[in-house]
């Protein structure tokens, strides 16, 4: 399953989230805030301090409030920026994944514990379930 993330990214997160897609759906298991910082921490050298490793959601949108670098559901993402998600729309934050890409008002993501696997999902963009976005300084 070949990824559509553009060249502005580091062609080493294209190929840790390639890797993660793959080696996730092979073993059709991972927590989604562990996908998320297991495919960025294959590239922490590259990118040291422009995305935490985090196992709670709430603590990756502390962090990136903390830098000024998060965005509420009602931005436009661009692929390479990490998505929250609150299901129950309640304010807990309680998934995340990331946007590989955006088209026609869609944003499409990879997520770890999506139906106990790491999968591609699609959402209409200021769906009422995106909590907002974390945009790292790439």
Known sequence: LP???PLSLPLSLSLSLSLLVSVGQAN???ACP?????????INSGIFGVIPK???CSDGVKWFES??????GSYTPVAGDIIFF????????DHVGIVESVSGGTVNTIEGNSGDK???????IGSSNIYGYGVPAY
Request: proline share 0%; no cysteine.
């Open 3 to 5: 990824l559509s993330l």
């Open 28 to 30: 059709e298991e991972a």
């Open 34 to 42: 562990g996908i998320a910082a297991s495919a960025l921490s294959l």
């Open 54 to 56: 985090f196992s709670l």
């Open 67 to 72: 830098k000024g670098r998060f965005r509420d």
């Open 86 to 93: 609150d299901w129950g729309n309640n304010g807990t934050i």
């Open 118 to 124: 790491v999968a591609r999902r699609s959402y209409r």
